[in-house]
């Protein structure tokens, strides 16, 4: 019993670690005041998924995010960006969410 103590003790330490220095979660700027924006996008020529998500990362403003983590949840939102690898065509829509920052009330 003390060893699946220990373990899920220093599980449970990692996992806090990992998220505070991923960018999950910030002390100094929990986004309790941001607001969750959704948007589809319509691919055009010359996109790339990093180039949409550095335009959209500018837009997020409610959070720090970083650009892996933002591309990766722009392929979690749309899973049919996995099934063809990551190829993107101009016609294409994608869903893209960011969060902007609200009036404090």
Known sequence: MCEFLKAALVGGAFVAAASLFSGAMHPWDDG????????????RPGDTLWSIAEEYLQKNTGTRRYILEYKAGMEELNPWLMERKGEIYPGDEIKVTYLVKGDAE
Do not use: F, G, K
């Open 32 to 43: 309790r005041d941001a607001v969750l924006v959704e948007e589809v996008y319509t691919v």
